[in-house]
């Protein structure tokens, strides 16, 4: 059984006009102490879908509307507020877009991990204290006893997405949600961070669902990727089958858009058009405006999500009948 597994999950935010789908039908699982990748461009759900298994919807204007989230045999949203809260921070943690806004800026770095494993562990103070401070030499913060008693801003930015990288390990979690964990930190910043999550996790087993708009640090990091655009997963499967074989235009699309090292242009080419608001009405298949084998069915007809593979799928109408390569589609 998969430590996480995911069934026609939708979520849909209250608007005035009633309630407006922004995720519909994904279905995904995570296995003991696998990497998944979620990509897809800005707004296409994928934070929404985190905090959803997070349980963080709770009092907002968003809801899951329906489907069911079993996390280590129990279905998530059949367990009370109470349930859920002891869950978060023991068995899943997040890390979240922006390490300052995570952090609070007026306590002590030492503090706020001392804090957290004291909530979920029963730890004196001293030993919290001792703990924090391995964990802080665990994510590789120079001289941790000093950086104990720092204030995040004086840290730099990948040393505070490494103080939320400690405290989000801090109570050994089996399941770490890591959402754009390193947009705001420099290439080789960003690199770094990565590589300590996948050390962390060689040494811990926790599973890790890696979010990000760049298919370029999925395919380093993750063994199975989910495309997602506009609410749905488009393309799914283990890294090195899709990469063998890309069947989502919009996929390659993505793959075309990463950034090369050796390149002179940095960015090859940007997917044309952009992804629909969550008020405009569609028909077919959410990508066929963009899409440059659309044909008439595309715009008329929601596609089926076909097997492709051994564990690959995908949401398209020429499932199996595009020859994607990467470059195509580059002028
Ligand atoms: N609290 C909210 N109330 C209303 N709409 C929301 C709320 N949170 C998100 N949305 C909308 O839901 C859609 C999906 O948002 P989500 O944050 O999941 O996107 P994302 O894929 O994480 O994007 P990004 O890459 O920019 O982080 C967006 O159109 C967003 O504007
Ligand atoms: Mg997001």
């Known amino acids: 059984m998969a430590l996480l597994e995911i069934e026609n999950l939708s979520i849909a935010v209250r608007a005035d006009t009633g309630l407006l789908p922004v995720v519909e039908g994904c279905s995904f699982s995570v296995e003991q102490n696998q990497t998944m990748g979620i990509v897809g461009e800005s707004g296409c759900g994928k934070s929404l879908t985190a905090m ?42 997040m890390i979240f877009q922006e390490p300052m806004t995570s952090l609070n800026p007026v306590y002590r770095v030492g503090d706020q991990i001392v804090e957290s494993l004291r909530q979920h562990r029963t730890l004196s103070l001293s030993q919290a204290k001792s703990r924090a401070t391995e964990l802080l030499d665990l994510v590789k913060i120079p001289d941790p006893e000093q950086r104990m008693v720092s204030f995040p801003h004086q840290l730099s930015g990948g040393q505070r997405q490494r103080v939320m990288i400690a405290m989000a390990l801090s109570c050994e979690p089996q399941l770490l949600i890591a959402d754009e964990p390193t947009t705001a930190l420099d290439v080789t910043v960003q690199r770094e961070v990565l590589e300590l999550m996948l050390d962390l996790q060689r040494s811990t087993g ?50 075309n858009s990463i950034p090369s090292i050796d390149s002179e242009v940095e960015w090859l080419k940007a997917i044309p058009g952009r992804v629909p608001t969550l008020q405009e009405q569609l028909h077919g298949c959410a990508f066929h405006p963009r899409c440059a084998f659309a044909k008439e069915e595309c715009s008329h007809s929601l596609p089926p999500t076909t097997s492709v593979g051994e564990h690959h799928q995908v949401m398209c109408h020429f499932a199996n009948e595009l020859d994607l390569e990467p470059g195509q589609l580059d002028s």
């Open 52 to 93: 959803a298994i997070m349980g963080l919807l709770e009092g907002t204007q968003v809801k899951v509307t329906s489907g069911s989230i079993m996390f280590d045999g129990k279905d998530l949203l059949q367990l009370s507020a109470r349930q859920r809260r002891s869950l978060m921070g023991n068995d899943m943690s």
């Open 206 to 255: 926790t599973s890790i669902i890696l979010i990000s708009h760049d298919l370029g640090v999925i395919a380093e990091t993750c063994d199975v990727v989910a495309v997602m655009y506009r609410g749905r997963i488009i393309e799914s499967a283990p890294t090195s089958e899709l990469f063998a074989s890309i069947q989502h235009p919009y996929t390659l699309g993505l793959l």
